[in-house]
């Protein structure tokens, strides 16, 4: 059984970016060549996605005309808007009605990869599993990692020397969210200390090039090829 619905968090003013984000959303900005969301939308295109959430707050006008509808990346594609925004957790709750497939994969709109969307769609999450986040190599910007692994690939918490980065890119069933009050500002991290203490979260790792792109020293970064 294939994922086909994906949801872009994407709602979130970027603050690091300074001036850069003052009449611009975060999401807009051009990393070589294209805005940040649109090389997710061209990794999405024709992968057999029938759904795409995206939400907005800051400045969501833009966000919404650059986009439309979707049809130019053969996209569905529905906005979540926010007014205030509702962080991680929060704001995936809130968008909830509409994402149609359970499990669903979310993304951040602020990271780049060269990561196969691919796999996400064919990804068989573990039926005793809520939950599945992909990690990366701990970047200069989070030496110590978020997150450990187990033998299994159990996500645990952090144990030192032994830990990785959240890359941004998860996997959920709609229950994971049944904690989260509505419209409330809930970030994901307060919600994975309780999920992964009651072992309900596994983890992938990722091999592929990956970028946080948080800052505008990060905005400017190559590409590895």
């Not at 994922?3 to 970027?14: D, E, Q, S, Y």
């Not at 999401?27 to 907005?56: Q, S, T």
């Not at 919404?64 to 053969?74: P, Q, V």
């Not at 959240?166 to 500002?185: H, L």
């Amino acid at each position: 059984m294939s994922i086909k619905t994906f949801m872009l968090l994407a709602a979130g003013r970027g603050n690091r970016m300074q001036h850069l984000t003052k009449s611009l959303p975060k999401p807009l900005l051009d990393f070589h060549g294209k805005a940040l969301i649109e090389w997710h939308l061209e990794k999405l295109a024709n992968l057999g996605v029938e759904d795409l959430v995206i939400n907005v707050s800051y400045l969501p006008e833009k966000i919404k005309a650059f986009i439309g509808h979707g049809k130019k990346w053969h996209l569905n594609v529905s906005f979540s808007e926010e007014n205030p925004v509702l962080e991680t957790a929060g704001g995936i709750k809130n968008a909830l009605h509409l994402i149609k497939t359970d499990p669903f994969v979310v993304i951040n709109a602020d990271i780049y990869t060269h990561y196969n969307y691919l796999k996400l769609v064919h990804f068989n999450l573990p039926k005793d599993k809520k939950a599945c986040l992909f990690f990366v190599p701990n970047p200069e910007h989070n030496l110590k990692g978020d997150y450990s692994m187990d033998l299994k690939g159990n996500v645990i918490k952090k144990i030192n020397g032994d830990s990785k980065t959240f890359a941004g890119i998860g996997i959920y069933r709609k229950c994971f969210f049944n904690d989260v009050p509505t419209n409330s500002f809930y970030k994901l991290a307060t919600l994975l200390e309780s999920e992964i203490d009651k072992n309900n979260v596994c983890g992938e790792k990722i091999e592929d090039f990956w970028l946080d792109i948080g800052t505008p020293e990060r905005l400017m970064s190559p590409i590895l090829k």
